[in-house]
């Protein structure tokens, strides 16, 4: 039958949602601690699932600083994301982002949001209700800075649209 994922060269490509989810799920399974936030989250390499080959995930969280790594175990090591845990609500970015301000604003309101969802969906970009949660967008030199509606996650650590939606203006 035809399969619903994201292909690379005919590979179907393991979602970057489930590698954090994954991650999240082994930290909080392996010490009781659930992080509330991640920080300086890189995806290096998507992650291959190639005709039926079993891929070893390896997730190394270092206790001193809570920086984390997932790697895939095939033939060789492959590093696929970094990042940080956070358990606080305060995050100390390790680049300042410029000031957002209605100067740079360029979308904001419930019509610019929905005419930005139209004109995904004209390239053939759709996104359904659930990741359609964009708040507003700036501008700033090399910068591109979404605001996004955030609910409570329910069964998972960080809700996999309200992550993938962090990812829409890459």
């Known amino acids: 039958g035809s399969e619903m994922c994201i292909r690379d060269r005919g590979n179907a490509v393991f979602p970057a949602t489930a590698l954090i989810e994954l991650m999240m799920t082994c ?8 992080p509330t936030q991640l920080s300086d989250v890189t995806f290096l390499y998507p992650l291959l699932l190639r005709n039926n080959e079993i891929n070893r995930i390896q997730i190394e969280v270092k206790e001193h600083d809570k920086r984390f790594a997932i790697f895939s175990m095939m033939n060789e090591k492959q590093l696929h994301t970094t990042g940080s845990l956070v358990f606080d609500n305060v995050i100390a970015p390790r680049c300042a982002l410029p000031e957002l301000n209605d100067k740079n604003l360029v979308l904001t309101g419930a019509q610019q949001i929905q005419n930005f969802y ?10 359904g209700p659930a990741f359609q949660l964009i708040d507003a967008i700036w501008a700033i030199d090399d ?6 509606i955030c609910e409570q996650p329910g069964e998972f650590y960080f809700d996999p649209a309200q992550l993938d939606l962090s990812l829409i203006h890459i």
């Open 143 to 148: 910068y591109i800075v979404g605001r996004v």
């Open 27 to 34: 930290y909080a399974e392996n010490t009781n601690l659930v």
């Open 118 to 127: 139209k004109n995904y969906a004209l390239i053939g970009l759709q996104y």
